[in-house]
């Protein structure tokens, strides 16, 4: 997939194009039962196409970050900060946050870094809820490795929920990304995982609300 598709597929309307066969399934359907004069049917699904519209919205993002400053890729309640020790792609230490995006966060994902698609790496797996320390290890996951010009290595873990059955990621080996653009989405509740230099000056802290494209996760040193 060459970086004019990626762009495509991430360019910006109300509601990620992800979600839009979802919205007008849901409308659809309402209209028809309101039309069979199945009203409390017709209110029942007028809500629902409410919230899954809600799901999928797609706002736009101000970004006012540092050069140096690495934004969070997703909304979300960070729900861990602890230091590791590699990824799937490398052996080196980084600190680890996770965002947990419950079915009330916007779910499209944003780059965090500027630089080049190293890797991208999708694994099948469980479907357990994406809080649990065990749904980092067990459940479906997709890993993007992004590298900026100054060779800082980013890593990003998409990881599927309860509810999630699909992981969206447009990027491919050697696209060229620019932080805050969208890079993809998770549907129905999950988790994102960014693996960020040791050596990095953490501003979140475990508990906060994190918005994708302007909360600064850290600074690079």
């Not at 910006?12 to 007008?24: D, F």
């Not at 050697?174 to 999950?190: A, L, P, Q, T, Y």
Request: charged share 20%; with cysteine; hydrophobic share 45%.
């Amino acid at each position: 997939m060459n970086s004019g598709t990626f762009r495509d597929k991430s360019a910006h309307i109300p509601v990620a194009r992800e979600g839009v066969p979802y919205v007008l399934a849901f409308a659809f359907t309402t209209l028809v039962a309101a039309i069979l004069g199945y009203s409390f049917l017709g209110w029942f699904l007028l809500a629902l196409t409410l919230l899954v519209g809600h799901f999928f919205r797609d706002p736009e993002r101000i970004f006012t970050a540092d050069d140096r400053d690495v934004v969070s890729p997703a909304d979300g309640k960070v729900i861990l900060i602890e230091r590791v020790d590699g990824t799937c792609f490398t052996q080196s230490p980084f600190v680890k946050i996770s965002i947990f995006m419950s079915i009330f966060d916007v779910h499209v994902n944003r780059i965090p870094l500027s630089g080049t698609v190293h890797g991208v790496s999708y694994r099948k797996g469980c479907f357990l809820a994406a809080h649990t320390s065990k749904a980092g290890r067990e459940n479906e996951q997709n890993w993007v490795w992004i590298r900026s010009e100054a060779g800082i290595d980013v890593i990003l873990t998409q990881v599927a929920g309860l509810v999630a059955r699909r992981i969206v990621c447009w990027p491919r080996a050697g696209d060229r990304v620019f932080r805050g653009e969208r890079f993809g989405m998770i549907r129905f509740g999950s988790r994102l995982d960014v693996y960020l230099p040791e050596e990095s000056e953490i501003l979140v802290s475990q508990g906060e609300h994190v918005y994708a494209g302007e909360t600064t996760l850290c600074r690079l040193r």
